[in-house]
């Protein structure tokens, strides 16, 4: 069986349409590619370039220009639908970029444990499960960009992997929080996450 879940074809063409034309304007702004300053001359050769190449990008945009977002959503300058921009602007207001472990694959979805607000996100890969991404030995610490997308949770596609060597007491803890991160919160499979009624967790019994 396979496990970690992916977007519908379709899906992915829409995810990458709507995404590369927001990086392209933030790249026209920012000029961080030179290469790519004409949306006429060179966005077709943008969105055959390598990914994780334009990462540098994409770093901006989150870290430093939401404004330039938001800008795109107003101006539209390069008349998309209405429907790009309300995904838009559901990226602007719920993204989540942030420090994750990646624990378990189930069917369909890759659970993403958040430790700063101890939150478990049932996260689905674009194209490429994220077993195949990522590898059977878990769990792996990542920095990610989760957004909200069809009712579902995705990442953008690119993981930074952290350089971390979790020993066997630190792997239990781990997997210890965040099985009571769910008892808690449950996992959350949408973004932002619904209401919900924080249950109390006995230690003890957790992983019995």
């Not at 989760?146 to 930074?160: A, E, Q, S, T």
């Not at 009624?197 to 003890?204: A, M, N, P, R």
């Amino acid at each position: 069986m396979k496990l970690g879940g992916i977007l519908s074809d379709d899906e992915v063409d829409l995810f990458y349409d709507i995404y590369l034309h927001l990086l392209f304007y933030i790249n026209e702004k920012l000029r961080i590619m030179k290469q790519f300053s004409s949306y006429d001359r060179d966005f077709k050769k943008f969105i055959e370039y390598p990914k994780e190449k334009i990462v540098s990008i994409r770093d901006a945009m989150y870290d430093n220009h939401l404004d330039l977002m938001l800008e795109y959503i107003k101006k539209n300058p390069y008349n998309v639908s209405k429907e790009h921009l309300k995904i838009i602007k559901e990226w602007y207001a719920h993204f989540i970029k942030d420090n994750f472990i990646i624990f378990r694959y189930e069917k369909d979805y890759t659970l993403f444990y958040r430790q700063k607000t101890s939150r478990v996100y049932a996260v689905v890969a674009l194209h490429d499960p994220l077993p195949l991404v990522v590898g059977p030995d878990l769990p792996k610490f990542v920095e990610a960009v989760l957004l909200p997308f069809k009712g579902k949770i995705i990442y953008d596609g690119i993981l930074y992997y952290m350089r971390v060597i979790f020993g066997k007491n630190i792997k239990k803890s781990i997997l210890t929080e965040a099985e009571e991160a769910i008892v808690k919160y449950g996992v959350i499979k949408s973004i932002p996450e619904p209401e919900h009624k924080v249950v109390q967790v006995d230690d003890e019994n957790l992983l019995k």
